[in-house]
C-alpha cells in the first residue's frame, strides 16, 4: 500500500471497480508506481454465483429440422445455481461444446430424452480433441444450459439429468 494514501488512490480504486463491471471483468490488477520506495498494488476481484458462459464464434453446426428442442432453458435466476444442482452435469474441461457429431446430425441428447449411464450426451473440443462427455447416471434430461459451440469452462453445468 502506497504511503501517500489518499482520496485520489481510492477514487482510482473506484475507477478500476467501475471499469470491472462497464466491461464485464472478473478481475483487474495494477500497480501504481509513486516513486522508487513507493508504489500501490490494487487487485479488484467480482464474484459471481451465477455462470456466465461466452458464445463462441459462429455456431459450426446446421440446425436441423428435430434440433428446436435443443434450445437451451430458461435464463437461470439469480438464487438458483445449476452448478449446485444433484443432477448437474458439469464440464471436465476447458474447451468448446457440440450437441451433434457433425454437422447437420441428430444431436447427442434432447430435452426430455432418456439417456443410460455412460451414454454420450456431447462433445467437448480442447487442443482439437473431440473428447465425448458421457451421462453420469441415467435418467431424463430435464435441462441442457449450453448451445451448440459455446465456449465452456471447467465445471460449467452443461445440463441436468434427473
Same mark, same amino acid.
Given at each position: 500500500m502506497s504511503k501517500q494514501s489518499s482520496s485520489a488512490d481510492v477514487a482510482f480504486i473506484s475507477a478500476l471497480a467501475e471499469l470491472l463491471n462497464k466491461n464485464e471483468l472478473t478481475e483487474i490488477s495494477v500497480k501504481r508506481e509513486y516513486g522508487e520506495a513507493d508504489s500501490l498494488d490494487v487487485r479488484v476481484v467480482k464474484q459471481s454465483t451465477v455462470v456466465q458462459m461466452a458464445q463462441a464464434a459462429p455456431v459450426h453446426y446446421a440446425a436441423a429440422p428435430a434440433a428446436a428442442? +435443443?434450445?437451451?432453458a430458461a435464463a437461470v435466476t439469480a438464487n438458483e445455481d445449476p452448478a449446485q444442482h444433484p443432477g448437474a452435469v458439469t464440464s471436465p474441461m +476447458?474447451?468448446?461444446?457440440?450437441m451433434a457429431a457433425e454437422p447437420g446430425a441428430a444431436p447427442f441428447a434432447t430435452v426430455g430424452m432418456a439417456v443410460s449411464e455412460g451414454q454420450t450426451v456431447l462433445i467437448i473440443e480442447a487442443m482439437k480433441t473431440m473428447n465425448h462427455i458421457p451421462a453420469p447416471r441415467a435418467g431424463t434430461v430435464k435441462r441442457i444450459l449450453v448451445t451448440d459451440g459455446t465456449a465452456v469452462e471447467f465445471g460449467a453445468p452443461l445440463m441436468i439429468i434427473e
Open positions: 428442442a +435443443v434450445a437451451p +476447458v474447451g468448446t461444446c457440440y
